[in-house]
């Protein structure tokens, strides 16, 4: 299916594909493509680059598409990284995280850093985490390997 060129998001960088390897969705995903082009969000003389995950529910392409600034798109691999680097020790936890230490980490970015840590405010949170920390071990083949490509295309690049 073809990611469409008239509307506010004007893709440069496509992937028509994605429905096909869209993780445990792959082949009955509403996630059609993904896009990197210029954001819909620009204002005249100022122009961002976005990247976008173009859903189609069947009949129209969906307002649950969402574009994200790239930055934001590196924050949230950095936030995968970083949590499933937690859970690799997690379970020296009774919790699987130190409740008198939630912040996990705090990664420096520009300036300040981000603050990584388990959501304490969630009164399910024990329950919850031990939720995310199966469906992060059973997707764990299809984690790897993106985190390995990843790695594998900044080794390219040099980083």
């Not at 969000?41 to 392409?61: F, L």
């Not at 388990?118 to 949170?125: A, L, R, S, V």
Request: aromatic residues 8%; contains cysteine; charged residues 30%.
């Amino acid at each position: 299916m073809k990611i469409p060129t008239t509307l506010k998001h004007k893709p440069v960088i496509v992937c028509e594909n994605y429905e096909n390897v869209d993780g445990r969705y792959a082949y009955n995903s509403d996630a059609k493509g993904l896009s990197l082009g210029l954001a819909q969000w620009n204002d005249r003389g100022k122009v961002d680059i976005s990247a976008k995950v173009w859903r189609y529910t069947g009949e129209k392409w969906s307002r649950q598409s969402e574009e994200l600034p790239l930055h934001r798109v590196l924050d949230l691999a950095i936030l995968v990284c970083r949590a499933k680097l937690h859970f690799q020790d997690a379970y020296r936890y009774e919790k699987l995280y130190n409740p008198e230490k939630p912040v996990i980490d705090r990664v420096g970015l520009q300036g300040d850093a981000m603050t990584v840590a388990i959501c304490t405010d969630n009164e399910k949170i024990d329950e919850d985490i031990k939720l995310f920390n199966q469906v992060l071990s059973e997707d764990g083949e299809l984690i790897g390997e993106r985190l390995r490509t990843l790695s594998r295309i900044l080794k390219e690049m040099r980083y």
